[in-house]
């Protein structure tokens, strides 16, 4: 197993917002992300992801992510089933 925890973007931005207010009553940045168990990498990219949004907005950008994966998936297999019907028919 690799030891690598998963959060959902609501406990995500509950995470950091948990920072931002310990760091808003004098707290250090790196005591703040230690105490909400975050590393300091992961920190700054989950703020550079969900920086700015609430918890609930999390969840609608965690569903229209999945959504366009979704979607990539679909059309690529389309594009392929097509490039592979017309290779056919050209041979």
Known sequence: M?????HNPEA???????????????????????????SQ???YRWRAQYG???PDQAAVVRDLR????????LLLDVAGDHHDQSFSQST
């Open 2 to 6: 690799s030891g690598r925890k998963w």
């Open 12 to 38: 995500v931005v509950e995470k950091l917002n948990a920072v931002r207010a310990m760091t808003r009553r004098g707290v250090s940045a790196a005591e703040a992300m230690a105490s909400v168990g975050v």
């Open 41 to 43: 990498a992961t920190y």
């Open 52 to 54: 700015s949004l609430r």
């Open 66 to 73: 999945l959504e366009n994966s979704r979607l990539r998936r």
